[in-house]
């Protein structure tokens, strides 16, 4: 425009409608010129990245917190090992045999598994998983009844679908569903006295809805779920005094709820409470008939960190503190993703 604006001085071929009194860029043409300019300035591109970036932390930091709040993009697949560990301890009144006296005996059980998991985003807002846990427990360590178990757990399939796109500032949700197959050892198919499960021992199925909204500089989460438990028939398990042919699990509620901080953008912290309640179940003996247990409630508190070890991957960390008698007295998770784009 200039070189055009000198050549036309040059030549004596000016034209007032083009140029000002003082030879300046008419103002139309400098409008549109500096917002071209405003477009394509440095510090647009760099507010971009930022919002970027912010997003790929709120999204480390909730998959540290849990698989349920964050979907994996479509045609992207990703391999997921975890290891859990539990420890479970009592202590029980004993009678001595052939004494009158009594002992208290302190009983420890552990709890190692270690899960394979698949997930695969068949569309940005669609997310398939499935599991298989292979588990080894060693249960009443420290008594003359220890007893051990090694086989797979019960494998799970399920979906993940975010209705609605969530869009910036607003709360985002994701619906799930899990089947849950009994692959494991049943605990109505052993010998309760001298084997152990690896398993429930029945079918089940968790429908849910997780919640999560960013309030600067936290990203605030929650979960609701639902578990049907499907009866169990046909069984004829001896129970010492007596045969159980049926059990019809209670169903549970669960809730979560907590929040995460991305630290930097390596690491991660985030704090959770879980809290499940859990209907009676009913046991149906061939002599004593039906016998039911009372509900319960099990919670327990969860702190975890997530750490950004390569572009592809991250190490999630966790450990829980159970608050009734129902949880694990602590329990120790590593989770390591690999994610990899198709």
């Known amino acids: 425009m200039l070189f055009f604006i000198g050549n036309s001085y040059a030549q004596g071929k000016s034209d007032p409608k083009q140029l000002s009194v003082k030879g300046e860029i008419p103002e139309k043409q400098k409008g549109d010129h500096e917002l071209k300019l405003k477009k394509e300035t440095p ?54 045999e052939e004494e009158a006296n009594l002992e208290i005996e302190h009983q420890c059980d552990h709890t190692l598994r270690n899960i394979i998991v698949v997930q695969y985003g068949v569309l940005d807002n669609l997310t398939l998983n499935a599991s298989i846990p292979f588990i080894y427990r060693y249960d009443k360590v420290g008594t003359k009844d220890k007893k051990s178990e090694t086989d797979i757990g019960d494998v799970t399939a399920g979906l993940s679908w975010q209705p609605f796109r969530s869009g910036k500032g607003n709360t985002a949700m994701i619906l799930y569903t899990t089947a849950i197959f009994p692959s494991g050892r049943s605990p109505y198919e052993i010998d309760p006295n001298t084997e152990i499960s690896t398993g429930n021992g029945f079918y089940s199925f968790v429908g849910g809805l997780s919640l999560t909204k960013s309030i600067d500089p936290v990203v605030v989460f929650g979960n609701l779920n639902y578990v049907y438990k499907h009866d169990i028939g046909n069984l004829h398990q001896n129970r010492t005094t007596d045969i159980l042919l049926r059990v019809k699990p209670g169903d549970s509620i669960g809730l979560s709820i907590g929040m995460a901080y991305a630290m930097s953008y390596i690491v991660s912290l985030n704090l959770k409470f879980q809290y499940s309640y859990e209907f009676g179940t009913t046991y149906y003996f061939m002599d004593r008939g039906r016998f039911e247990t009372a509900n319960k409630s099990s919670a327990s508190f969860i702190v975890g960190s997530g750490w950004r070890i390569s572009p592809k991957t991250s190490l999630f960390v966790s450990v829980g503190i159970g608050l009734t008698n129902e949880d694990p007295d602590f329990s120790l998770s590593f989770r390591l993703p690999f994610t990899f784009p198709l």
């Open 43 to 96: 510090a647009t591109k760099r507010l971009q990245a930022t919002e970027e970036e912010k997003a790929e932390k709120e999204k480390e930091a909730l998959s540290a917190a849990g698989r349920e709040y964050i979907l994996l993009k479509k045609r992207t697949l990703e391999l997921e090992y975890n290891f859990i560990y539990e420890y479970y301890s009592v202590d029980q009144i004993r009678q001595l």
